[in-house]
C-alpha cells in the first residue's frame, strides 16, 4: 500500500494555470493506477483525471478535457495535474487517489487516498 501526498493548490484567477503534485511512498507505487478527483462542499466526489500504472492510458472528465492534463514518475513517484484556463467552477478540494485496478479507481473505490489541496478560483 501506498501512501499520498497532495500540494500545489491555491487561490488563483479565472484564466490562471496551476499544477498540482501528488507524491507517493511505498516502493509499489508503479503498480498503482492513479486517480485525480475533485469535492465541493455539499456536493458528490466527482473523478476529474485519471492514469494507469504505466501512463500509457489517461481519462479526462468532458468538461476538463483539453484544459486538464495528467502524467506520472514513476521513478520520482509522483503524479501531476496540471490545469489551464482555470474556471470559478474548478474551485474544489482536489484530491489524488489510487488503486491496482482501474474499474475501481475510476468508481472512486480507491484503496487508499490523499487527504487533499484546495483549488480557489476567482473571477
Known amino acids: 500500500q501506498v501512501q499520498l501526498v497532495e500540494s500545489g493548490g491555491r487561490s488563483v484567477q479565472a484564466g490562471d494555470s496551476l499544477r498540482l503534485s501528488c507524491v507517493g511512498s511505498g516502493n509499489t507505487f508503479s503498480d498503482y493506477n492513479i486517480g485525480w478527483f475533485r469535492q465541493v462542499p455539499g456536493k458528490e466526489r466527482e473523478l476529474v483525471a485519471a492514469?494507469?500504472?504505466?501512463?500509457?492510458?489517461?481519462y479526462y472528465k468532458p468538461l476538463v478535457t483539453g484544459r486538464f492534463f495528467v502524467s506520472r514518475d514513476n521513478l520520482e513517484k509522483m503524479v501531476y495535474l496540471q490545469m489551464n484556463s482555470l474556471k470559478l467552477e474548478d474551485t474544489a478540494v482536489y484530491y489524488c487517489?489510487?488503486?491496482?485496478?482501474?474499474?475501481?479507481?475510476?468508481?472512486?473505490?480507491?484503496?487508499?487516498w490523499g487527504l487533499g489541496t484546495r483549488v480557489s478560483v476567482s473571477s
Open positions: 487517489a489510487a488503486d491496482l485496478n482501474w474499474g475501481r479507481m475510476v468508481a472512486g473505490l480507491n484503496e487508499v
Open positions: 492514469i494507469d500504472w504505466n501512463g500509457f492510458n489517461t
